[in-house]
């Protein structure tokens, strides 16, 4: 299984960025996204089930993110409107075959860096 990142870079704050994950070797029960800011834990960011159907965010991001999947390419996308500088980061897209992607990552992406300037 192999997950490829693309779509990270440098915006000002109250830009867009969409990040883009290609899954290859498999299919998962839910895919996701978290993030890992200097100095601090890796945290979740928003995840999707296997079929569009369910989302789930983490509340600094709600209303400004938006995860989505594409299952004829087996890809997932994380469109982040109204950027902050609190969201630098790496971003790492993750999926799991599990029900909870917060309990447990089956693979990770390399990550891409996110970076806003005020």
């Known amino acids: 299984v192999q997950l490829v990142e693309s779509g990270g870079g440098v915006v000002q704050a109250g830009g867009s960025l969409r990040l883009s994950c290609a899954a290859s070797?498999?299919?998962?029960?839910?895919y996701g996204w978290f993030r890992q800011a200097p100095g601090k834990e890796r945290e979740f960011v928003a995840d999707?089930?296997?079929?569009?159907?369910?989302?789930d965010y983490v509340d600094s991001v709600k209303g400004r993110f938006t995860i989505s999947r594409d299952r004829t390419k087996n890809t997932q996308y994380l469109q982040m409107n109204s950027l902050k500088p609190e969201d630098t980061a790496v971003y790492y897209c993750?999926?799991?075959?599990?029900?909870?992607?917060?309990?447990?990552?089956?693979?990770w992406g390399q990550g891409t860096q996110v970076t806003v300037s005020s």
């Open positions: 993750a999926v799991t075959s599990t029900w909870s992607i917060k309990k447990v990552v089956d693979y």
């Open positions: 070797g498999g299919t998962f029960n839910r």
């Open positions: 999707i089930s296997w079929n569009g159907g369910n989302t």
